[in-house]
């Protein structure tokens, strides 16, 4: 798993408070739990190294209100502002993963794990929208790894 996001930008930070969360927990060892920050470029490096991977981060729409966690497939991801996709505000995972396949390296099976981000400014800690979200996010990713099963090669 990997937790994306900025907390110095309030809800942004989302990611990064449920990995912090995941790394209390008594998870498999064959599961990295990975505080990826705004890694940008940098996740064609981590996710090339894995087989199956998690991606948790804030989620924003254009124009919509998000009141509840989201499950994405990379496919299901929209970046067009014109028809009010889904956006990861600070990492272009799509952009990430057109580069990985532009330098032949293997894609791994990816699921997003999107939060809804209600205040993103430059602040330190999450609303209270977002906050009552992360209890019930860390209970879904440990059941979508149980169900899953880990093995050796699980981000």
């Known amino acids: ?9 309030g809800d942004d930070g989302a990611g990064i408070h449920i990995i912090n ?14 505080d990826g920050g705004t890694a ?9 190294s894995y087989s199956k991977a998690i991606v ?29 996709g889904y956006s990861l505000h600070d990492v272009e995972l799509t952009s990430v993963l057109s580069l990985m396949s532009a330098l032949d390296l293997e894609i791994p099976e990816i699921k997003i794990v999107g ?5 993103i400014r430059p602040r ?7 906050s009552r979200l992360i209890p019930e996010t ?3 990713i440990v059941k979508m790894l149980q169900k899953g099963g880990a093995n050796h090669d699980c981000l």
């Open 1 to 9: 798993m990997i937790g994306l996001g900025n907390l110095l930008m």
């Open 21 to 34: 969360e995941l790394w209390r927990r008594n998870l498999s060892d064959d599961v990295d739990v990975v």
């Open 40 to 48: 940008g470029v940098d996740l064609v490096h981590i996710l090339s």
């Open 56 to 84: 948790i981060d804030a989620i924003m729409t254009n124009g919509n209100s998000i009141t509840g966690i989201r499950l994405f497939s990379p496919d299901a991801f929209i970046f067009n502002k014109e028809d009010n």
């Open 115 to 119: 939060i809804p981000a209600v205040d």
């Open 124 to 130: 330190i800690g999450l609303s209270e929208e977002c």
């Open 138 to 140: 860390v209970e879904l």
